[in-house]
């Protein structure tokens, strides 16, 4: 479970457990069905059975003994649970420190001294980046954010998919159907197809693959300068549309980085009596776990994957000693990482415990799903380009006098950034379908949504022309019921954050986002029907102030796109 970070939270569970007698840890704080209940409940159940005394009982225990406090005005009891009503203007000032001062947005304290390693995107070379790479990309890249938004040392790392009996099949399709130079890595896809659908009339084709990849792991000077030719030529093709995303990897490994461990890792698992032959197969038996058995190495002695990302684990914590080591892979490869954790668990490493699959559900294009051995991929870069044209043209149509460069650098923001808030909006266990009319939509639950919020934050700051928000403003005038919400909402971001991180789900970090531009929009719209909760009024004290408020807005919601990997545009 998160620890809380809103000072707010902190103080609901402090005044329970100081009440109780118990610890503050036990109690989760979340809210009451009703507004009008207060904004903070606190169940009472975790303390019963210790205090053996029925959770009605003790949340009247806790109101009884309550006093108010610079946080908290007033509790009372709802059944087993404790409402409490935050102060108004401590709230505030919060924010003002926060967004606007001097303080963090998202404290640190959670992650000091701990390292985490996020294993995602991880392409195989010579295939191109298509669409269904998205979400184990954003995914991963989202995870790093929110890690490192925590105080956390994170190592994102890219680990290529370099090796294997598939580069062997590209290598002798190279050789039967030699390619024109320049290569591309469109030319390298093409010929990985082709090879592939030759195997289904040529069963020999397989032998021939399986030896040129033979070639490849005993070093054949030929094999080798062509293999690291593809590599180059995809890393490069890579790296245009990473641009795009503004990812950048800390760790570029490759499997190939850790062929020169296999006979290590084979003879230690040998020595602790895990290894034995199966049909000929170097195996490690999980049949006392339920699970077929981790292949080691094949009959002919070529190694897999699975040998390899042993050696890559053993690495990693001898390199980085992580709190956490992350695999953000599809949850097609759950087994493989329930056998790969399992077998470094029989080994004796202890911090096998430390290591987690984040699994995810597909991407569907018109209903189904794209394969690039199938050959019916959508590439990501022509999606990324559609989103950019399809968001220029609605960018030209608000902004006639917007000249060129504008109107490109903002459609770029707008439509690459709609494509990753889509595929993280959703429950990451869930299957996404690519639909151009929901990704690009500017209400209801899309990226376009949050960014317009945050437009719109800018735009009526730079209306009313007032800077120094942070200082000569007085928060006790925000007493209108939308100001509160809005304000409550916004001092949830750390609390958010942690527990997007602790579930290795982004999504709930895209729904909090969601939620405050919801709140945004419904007191900004009413200001514009009703003059009492209008945010540039006459009265300057009460302009001052709920321009903070739209400040605080602005600041939360660049901060919480930017964890999502997704740049906050001034207009749209």
Same mark, same amino acid.
């Given at each position: 479970?998160?620890?809380?970070?809103?000072?707010?939270?902190?103080?609901?569970?402090?005044?329970?457990?100081?009440?109780?007698?118990?610890?503050?840890?036990?109690?989760?704080?979340?809210?009451p069905?009703?507004?009008?209940?207060? &904004?903070?409940?606190?169940?009472?159940?975790?303390?019963?059975?210790?205090l053996?005394?029925?959770?009605?009982?003790?949340?009247?225990?806790?109101?009884?003994?309550f006093?108010?406090?610079?946080?908290?005005?007033?509790?009372?009891?709802?059944?087993?649970f404790?409402?409490?009503?935050?102060? @108004?203007?401590?709230?505030?000032?919060?924010?003002?420190k926060?967004?606007?001062?001097?303080?963090?947005?998202?404290?640190?304290?959670?992650?000091?001294g701990?390292s985490?390693?996020?294993?995602?995107?991880?392409?195989?070379?010579?295939?191109? $980046?298509?669409?269904?790479?998205?979400?184990?990309?954003?995914?991963?890249?989202?995870?790093?954010?929110?890690?490192?938004? $925590?105080g956390?040392?994170?190592?994102?790392?890219n680990?290529?998919?370099? *090796?294997? /009996?598939?580069? +062997?099949?590209?290598?002798?399709?190279?050789?039967?159907?030699?390619?024109?130079?320049?290569? /591309?890595?469109? @030319?390298?896809?093409?010929?990985?197809?082709?090879?592939?659908?030759?195997?289904?009339?040529?069963?020999?084709?397989?032998?021939?693959?399986r030896? *040129?990849?033979?070639?490849?792991?005993?070093?054949?000077?030929?094999?080798?300068?062509?293999?690291?030719?593809?590599?180059?030529?995809?890393?490069?093709?890579?790296?245009?549309?990473?641009?795009?995303?503004?990812?950048?990897? &800390?760790?570029?490994?490759?499997?190939?980085?850790?062929?020169?461990?296999?006979?290590g890792?084979?003879?230690?698992?040998?020595?602790?009596?895990?290894?034995?032959?199966?049909?000929?197969?170097?195996?490690?038996?999980?049949?006392?776990?339920?699970?077929?058995? $981790?292949?080691?190495?094949?009959?002919?002695?070529?190694?897999?994957? +699975?040998?390899?990302?042993?050696?890559?684990?053993?690495?990693?914590?001898?390199?980085?000693?992580?709190?956490?080591?992350?695999?953000?892979?599809?949850?097609?490869?759950?087994?493989?990482?329930?056998?790969?954790?399992?077998?470094?668990?029989?080994?004796?490493?202890?911090?096998?415990?430390?290591?987690?699959? =984040?699994?995810?559900?597909?991407?569907?294009?018109?209903?189904?799903?794209? /394969?690039?051995?199938?050959?019916?991929?959508?590439?990501?870069?022509?999606?990324?380009?559609?989103?950019?044209?399809?968001?220029?043209?609605?960018?030209?149509?608000?902004?006639?006098?917007?000249?060129?460069?504008?109107?490109?650098d903002t459609?770029?923001?707008?439509?690459?950034?709609?494509?990753?808030?889509?595929?993280?909006?959703?429950?990451?266990?869930?299957? =996404?379908?690519?639909?151009? &009319?929901?990704?690009?939509?500017?209400?209801?639950?899309?990226?376009?949504?949050?960014?317009?919020?945050?437009?719109?934050?800018?735009?009526?700051?730079?209306?009313?022309?007032?800077?120094?928000?942070?200082?000569? =403003?007085?928060?006790?005038?925000?007493?209108?019921?939308?100001e509160?919400?809005?304000?409550?909402?916004?001092?949830?971001?750390?609390?958010?954050?942690?527990?997007?991180?602790?579930?290795?789900?982004?999504?709930?970090?895209?729904?909090?986002?969601?939620?405050?531009?919801?709140?945004?929009? @419904? *007191?900004?719209?009413?200001?514009n029907?009703?003059?009492?909760?209008?945010?540039?009024?006459?009265?300057?004290?009460?302009?001052?102030?709920? $321009?903070?408020?739209?400040?605080? @807005?602005?600041?939360?919601?660049k901060? +919480?796109?930017?964890?999502? +990997?997704?740049?906050?545009?001034n207009?749209?």
């Amino acid at each position: 479970m998160a620890v809380p970070l809103s000072p707010f939270v902190l103080a609901a569970q402090q005044a329970v457990a100081h009440a109780l007698g118990t610890e503050p840890e036990m109690f989760v704080v979340g809210t009451p069905p009703n507004p009008k209940m207060g &904004d903070l409940a606190v169940g009472c159940f975790p303390a019963a059975k210790a205090l053996k005394a029925a959770p009605p009982a003790l949340a009247a225990k806790v109101v009884e003994s309550f006093e108010a406090t610079e946080m908290l005005v007033s509790a009372t009891a709802a059944g087993p649970f404790v409402n409490f009503t935050v102060n @108004t203007e401590a709230l505030f000032m919060h924010l003002a420190k926060s967004a606007l001062g001097d303080e963090e947005l998202i404290a640190k304290s959670p992650g000091e001294g701990k390292s985490i390693c996020v294993d995602f995107s991880s392409p195989n070379i010579s295939k191109q $980046l298509a669409y269904h790479h998205i979400r184990s990309t954003v995914i991963g890249h989202a995870l790093v954010n929110l890690y490192r938004a $925590l105080g956390y040392r994170v190592v994102g790392i890219n680990h290529l998919g370099d *090796w294997g /009996t598939t580069h +062997g099949m590209l290598l002798a399709a190279y050789h039967r159907w030699p390619p024109a130079e320049p290569l /591309t890595i469109k @030319t390298l896809n093409g010929l990985y197809v082709k090879f592939r659908e030759a195997m289904k009339e040529d069963e020999g084709l397989g032998d021939e693959g399986r030896a *040129w990849f033979a070639k490849l792991e005993n070093g054949d000077e030929e094999a080798r300068k062509l293999w690291q030719h593809f590599k180059d030529v995809s890393w490069a093709e890579f790296e245009t549309v990473y641009e795009m995303l503004g990812i950048k990897f &800390d760790e570029v490994r490759g499997e190939s980085a850790y062929v020169d461990d296999m006979p290590g890792v084979i003879e230690m698992l040998d020595k602790k009596g895990l290894s034995s032959v199966s049909e000929g197969a170097l195996v490690v038996m999980l049949e006392e776990e339920g699970m077929p058995p $981790l292949l080691l190495r094949k009959q002919d002695g070529a190694t897999l994957y +699975g040998t390899r990302d042993l050696a890559a684990a053993m690495y990693r914590w001898n390199e980085y000693a992580f709190e956490r080591s992350l695999y953000v892979v599809d949850r097609g490869q759950s087994l493989h990482f329930k056998q790969l954790f399992r077998t470094l668990e029989k080994a004796g490493y202890e911090w096998s415990a430390k290591c987690s699959h =984040v699994p995810f559900g597909l991407v569907r294009v018109g209903g189904k799903k794209t /394969t690039t051995r199938g050959g019916n991929v959508v590439l990501l870069k022509e999606v990324f380009a559609e989103a950019t044209e399809r968001a220029s043209a609605k960018i030209s149509e608000n902004n006639p006098e917007w000249e060129a460069k504008r109107v490109a650098d903002t459609a770029n923001t707008v439509g690459i950034g709609a494509i990753v808030f889509a595929n993280i909006m959703s429950q990451r266990d869930k299957d =996404v379908d690519f639909d151009w &009319d929901d990704i690009l939509s500017t209400s209801g639950d899309s990226g376009v949504y949050v960014q317009y919020g945050h437009a719109r934050c800018c735009r009526t700051l730079e209306k009313a022309g007032i800077e120094d928000l942070d200082s000569d =403003v007085d928060f006790a005038l925000l007493t209108q019921p939308q100001e509160r919400t809005l304000g409550l909402a916004l001092s949830q971001l750390g609390d958010v954050v942690a527990k997007a991180a602790d579930h290795n789900d982004p999504h709930l970090l895209s729904r909090y986002l969601l939620d405050v531009v919801s709140d945004f929009s @419904t *007191w900004y719209t009413q200001g514009n029907q009703d003059k009492a909760l209008r945010v540039l009024c006459e009265d300057e004290a009460m302009k001052r102030a709920r $321009l903070s408020l739209v400040a605080m @807005t602005k600041a939360v919601l660049k901060e +919480g796109l930017g964890i999502l +990997g997704i740049d906050a545009p001034n207009a749209m």
